[in-house]
């Protein structure tokens, strides 16, 4: 096992406190968990791709990154008078 | 263990311990918007230091210049998204964005209502 699956791994259990937070609280404080789960998964998805050797996997991460950012501004804009 | 995986090895580290703090605070804190400030570091920290692993695990190629990517759309995306998140937190609380006068914010343009 390498040190990019063991960190990977260890990676993984970051996002159990970001389930945690988008499962509790009001829906702001529930934008944020969903938020920074989006950020860790594109980091997660960096790490796996250097884990297993495939550069192409890495697409996945930016258009994981670029589709969090789509969907965290929609709810922002949502949450901001109509939710 | 040579110096190129020991590099890896605390860079990745460093990530990942940075990213487990972050994700932590988000539930210990209650403030929404203390819990805003926990974003930058996983992006301004952890994805800088595990692009570096990258650059010295791979050198100069396609899974750096993809990770450079990564880096650059998370910084931007990031700022984005917290002010707007932020911005539609305040809307909910106030009704509007702008300052109330009796905050007394040095130079901030006031709502009156």
């Known amino acids: 096992m390498t040190v990019w699956l063991v960190a990977a791994e260890v990676l993984l259990f970051a996002l159990v406190p970001c389930g945690i937070a988008a499962f509790r609280g009001t829906p702001i404080e ?3 968990g969903l938020e920074m789960g989006g950020i ?3 980091m997660l998805l960096v790490i796996l791709a250097e884990a297993f050797h495939r550069p192409s996997t890495y697409d996945l991460a930016l258009a994981m990154a670029l589709l969090a950012f789509g969907g965290g501004l929609v709810f922002a804009r949502f949450l901001e008078r109509w939710l | 263990m040579n110096a190129a995986t020991l590099a890896v090895t605390v860079l990745l580290a ?4 940075v990213s487990l703090i972050c994700c932590a ?3 210990i804190v209650k ?3 203390s819990r805003m400030h926990f974003l930058a570091p996983i992006t301004c920290i ?5 692009l570096a692993a990258v650059v010295v695990q791979e050198g100069w190629g396609q899974a750096t210049l993809k990770t450079i990517l990564v880096l650059f759309v998370l910084l931007m995306v990031n700022a984005v998204l917290t002010h707007a998140t932020a911005r539609a937190a305040r809307i909910r ?3 509007h964005w702008l300052p109330n006068p009796k905050e007394n914010i040095p130079g901030a343009s006031t709502h009156s209502a």
């Open chain 1, 30 to 32: 529930r934008l944020v």
């Open chain 1, 40 to 42: 860790v998964q594109a």
């Open chain 2, 14 to 17: 460093i990530a990942v311990l």
């Open chain 2, 25 to 27: 605070a988000l539930v």
């Open chain 2, 31 to 33: 403030d929404v918007f």
């Open chain 2, 46 to 50: 952890s994805m800088p230091a595990l």
């Open chain 2, 93 to 95: 609380e106030f009704g």
